[in-house]
């Protein structure tokens, strides 16, 4: 079957007068139409950067250095700007994280969606701001003729987030990227938010990369998680078995670091320490000097991708060691540079 889009090994940096710090090292995935694919980790782990080297808005200092991005089988990577213009907004649609700086505070909502829409399609101003009103309504946004005469300033941080959905949406693409879209929103509006994606992308059969930190929207909304940090992809699977069947330790940290119901009255378990310096990586695992389980073999080489089913891989050692001490994975299962290392301790 042909993927929506196609993410192999891609790498990008940032050339920076300190050094090339390299915010996306070697990230592989797919996505299929109608599928929803969550990208997990904390600040700095390279989830947004991901984003940004897809659709190709990254900083001057930013350069796609290696790896490729097939949209419906055509590749984007050095791809004209021309053309990178024609995908933005009909193909691959973009979310970000605070609506309040997204959008020109001197230009009414109504204004900059009709812009959109006219820059993406061939409607005319009449036709554009019909068609705003209506994804304002599609949005459950309330009394959309009277809102599209307004300023930002005059909505609520909820209703901004609705606007900017109704922006990403009005051309219909096939990809809508929220780059952590409930972030600066309460517990109330954040969950009427995830609905209305939810809604929206059943109705209009889309696929979604969610980019966010919180592993509860994950689990509301998506189908397949990658979990990253430091730059590369540490776990990807079903929600399923990210949720129930964590493998990388870094995972079972985040999964631990959840507050439940079974946690009240108890102190929650963060992952101590601070994310890795992208300009001084480890020759190892990058997740070792947080990690209270790290080998020795974990300090001195980098784990390898394992599978350990056909929904699920991971790059861990402790994961490796745990498998061979089951059972249910044997040394000549694995790739000939972890064999040799498990053989030369």
């Not at 390299?22 to 592989?28: E, G």
């Not at 691959?92 to 309040?100: A, G, L, N, R, V």
């Not at 949406?169 to 809508?176: G, H, N, T, V």
């Not at 949720?243 to 992952?271: C, F, V, W």
């Amino acid at each position: 079957m042909d993927h929506l889009l196609e993410v192999n090994h891609l790498k990008t940096s940032f050339f920076t007068n300190a050094g090339e710090v390299k915010a996306v090292n070697d990230v592989s995935f797919t996505l299929d139409r109608g599928k929803v694919l969550g990208i997990v980790g904390e600040s700095g782990s390279g989830k947004s950067v991901t984003a940004y080297s897809i659709m190709q808005i990254l900083a001057p200092t930013g350069k796609i250095v290696g790896g490729s991005v097939l949209l419906d089988g055509e590749e984007l990577v050095g791809a004209s700007e021309k053309k990178m213009k024609e995908v933005r907004g009909n193909k691959i649609s973009i979310i970000f994280q605070d609506p309040m700086t997204s959008m020109n505070p001197t230009y009414t909502v109504g204004h900059q969606l009709e812009e959109a829409i006219m820059l993406h399609t061939n409607r005319n101003r009449e036709q554009a701001k019909a068609r705003a009103i209506e994804m304002l309504r599609l949005c459950n946004v309330n009394e959309p003729e009277k809102r599209v005469k307004q300023y930002p300033h005059e909505h609520s941080g909820g209703m901004r987030q609705r606007c900017m959905i109704a922006m990403a949406l009005a051309c219909e693409p096939d990809i809508l990227i929220a780059d952590e879209p409930t972030t600066a929103l309460d517990v109330t509006i954040q969950a009427q938010i995830l609905e209305l994606m939810k809604s929206l992308q059943e109705e209009l059969g889309m696929a979604i990369i969610m980019i966010t930190h919180d592993l509860g929207v994950v689990a509301q909304l998506c189908d397949e998680v990658i979990v990253m940090y430091a730059g590369g992809i540490c776990e990807h699977g079903t929600a399923d078995e990210i949720y129930y069947n964590p493998k990388h330790e870094y995972t079972k940290g985040l999964m631990r670091s959840i507050p439940t119901a079974d946690t009240a009255g108890h102190k929650l378990q963060p992952i101590e320490g601070t994310p890795i310096d992208l300009l001084n990586m480890p020759k190892g695992c990058p997740f070792a000097p947080r990690c209270e389980n790290a080998l020795k073999v974990c300090i001195t080489h980098a784990p390898c991708k394992v599978r350990i089913n056909e929904n699920h891989t991971s790059s861990c050692w402790m994961c490796i060691k745990e498998g061979l001490e089951a059972g249910t994975m044997k040394p000549e299962d694995l790739p000939e540079d972890a064999r040799e290392v498990l053989i030369n301790g």
